[in-house]
């Protein structure tokens, strides 16, 4: 058994039996309570499901087992002369919940090229497909493609014992991760540059491998990845990616259906389509405005009349967040720190210094602040990668990281399928008389 795998089984053993005590013990303790208006709003905040990986907090941010994402960038082991962490790091801890030494990094790693071929009738599929249809339209048909492959879905044929779902789950989870970064490498090379595909480099790590295959060369843009592909990875259990690949995994369906059902709802506006939305907004107010260096004036007006036509403002608010989103504040060191005088940036610091005003003046927004796909654009503009309609791709392949090891604990802990109670208005109007 190789050493991630045991590490995970022995925690995942250990858990296992803590959490069937304190379900004996505690079982009926109360947690939560729930009022009308979450039944109508998007069941904000009930506490119904349980995420190893992370945890978000409305203040603080996101913690990755416990650790902040500044505490990432220090913790997290990086390349050689690299001052970024290693997404492969974050997997290792989000997965048996250690921070990695650099050998078992490397070690990841080798065994993500090692699993990384994709199947010829994925290549295939994709091919099949118009090159304008929606990058993210076409990650989640590779996806779903790849299911072939799935050993889930084999062994459970085959009469696969309940003891050994994690197993299977994990055999999974490491070939999916292994093979994105080549999978939407080829989806945006088909869809940009004519097809002209290129091979990985398997002396790269996982990131730095991704960044060569898009074609965008220099150590500052796999820099950028291995950043990238650590902030967006995980943000705890209940937002619509995260919770669409665990309601999905709650039917057994395996690893590759749980990640094709994530990815088509990171792909809605609200949520993950959000990155391409900003840079889009942001190009269409350069064209209207006729300048890429606005006044704050300028700026605020086009704001406005956005709001004005009845548009939100995309890359600002948060279901969950009340502050600035860690995820920009990283990003934006990135940029300070990295990159000198970029019109697109200074647009993106412009915008957070005049929009939370703004839309604090609306009286109904809970949170004016911006959230993580706010600044991810104007970074990806500056190294060149400049077609935004790809951009959610990009967020997909790390959120596979924290989805996916959350789908081992799932099966390895044994939830069983999700069901939650749904009720009518009758019902509503029904209960308010009876009290
Ligand atoms: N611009 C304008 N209005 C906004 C707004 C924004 N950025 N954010 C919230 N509002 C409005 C809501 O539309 C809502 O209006 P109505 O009552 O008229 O329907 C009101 O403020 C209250 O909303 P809320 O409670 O503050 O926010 P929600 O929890 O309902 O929604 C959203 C959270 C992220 C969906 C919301 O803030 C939004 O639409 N933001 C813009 C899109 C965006 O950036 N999405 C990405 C979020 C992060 C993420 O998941 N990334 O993947």
Redesign the pocket.
């Known amino acids: 058994m190789d050493p991630l795998k045991k590490k995970f089984h022995q925690k995942a053993t250990a858990l296992g039996t803590e959490i069937r005590n304190l379900l004996k013990e505690k079982g009926d303790t109360k947690v939560d309570e729930v009022v009308i208006k979450q039944l109508y ?2 069941a ?1 905040g009930i506490k119904m499901m349980i995420w190893e990986p992370s945890q978000l907090d409305p203040i603080e941010g996101i913690r990755f087992r416990g650790f902040t994402i500044p505490e990432l960038k220090e913790k997290l082991p990086k390349t050689k002369n690299g001052k970024e962490p290693r997404p492969e790091g974050l997997f290792w801890l989000m997965l048996v919940g250690e921070v990695p030494t650099e050998e078992e990094v490397d070690w990841l790693t080798s065994q993500w090229i090692r699993r990384s071929n994709v199947p010829e009738h994925t290549f295939k599929a994709l091919d099949a497909l118009p090159t304008d249809t929606h990058p993210m339209t076409q990650f989640s048909t590779a996806i779903i493609s790849m299911q072939t492959e799935s050993v889930f879905s084999r062994r459970y044929g085959e009469g696969m014992s309940k003891d050994e779902y994690w197993d299977a789950t994990y055999e999974d989870t490491m070939n999916l991760i292994a093979r994105l970064p080549r999978v939407a490498a080829y989806i945006y090379r088909r869809t940009y540059h004519n097809g002209m595909h290129i091979a990985p480099n398997t002396h790269l790590d996982w990131a730095g491998n991704f960044a060569h295959m898009l074609g965008i060369e220099g150590e500052d843009f796999k820099s950028l990845m291995r950043l990238y592909l650590t902030v967006h990875a995980d ?1 705890e259990g209940g ?3 995260a919770h669409a690949t665990h309601l999905v995994g709650s039917t057994l369906s395996d690893p590759y259906y749980s990640l094709a059902g994530g990815m088509n709802a ?1 792909a809605g ?7 391409q ?2 840079i889009k907004w942001i190009f269409k107010m350069v064209d209207a405005l006729g300048t890429r260096k606005p006044t704050k004036e300028q700026v605020a007006d086009y704001v406005q009349s ?2 004005n036509a009845g ?10 967040l009340r502050r600035p ?1 860690p995820r920009f504040v990283a990003q934006k060191e990135f940029a300070e720190g990295y990159i000198k005088n970029d019109d697109i940036v200074n647009i993106v610091w412009m915008l957070f210094d005049i ?1 939370p005003d703004i ?1 604090k003046g ?1 009286g ?5 602040w911006p ?4 600044h991810s654009g104007a970074l990806l503009v500056h190294y060149g990668l400049t077609e935004y309609s790809f951009y959610t791709v990009l ?1 997909g392949v790390s959120r596979a990281l924290g989805v996916l090891a959350a789908q081992c604990w799932s099966r390895a802990l044994g939830f069983p399928l999700e069901r939650p109670k749904s009720v009518t208005t009758g019902w509503v109007k029904e209960y308010l008389a009876d009290k």
Do not use: M
């Open positions: 709003g998007g904000r943000h937002n619509a990616s990171l506006p609200l949520h993950g389509l959000a990155n939305e900003v956005t709001l548009q939100v403002i995309p890359g600002y608010g948060h279901a969950v989103d929009v839309l609306l109904k927004v809970k949170n004016p959230n993580v796909d706010a967020f």
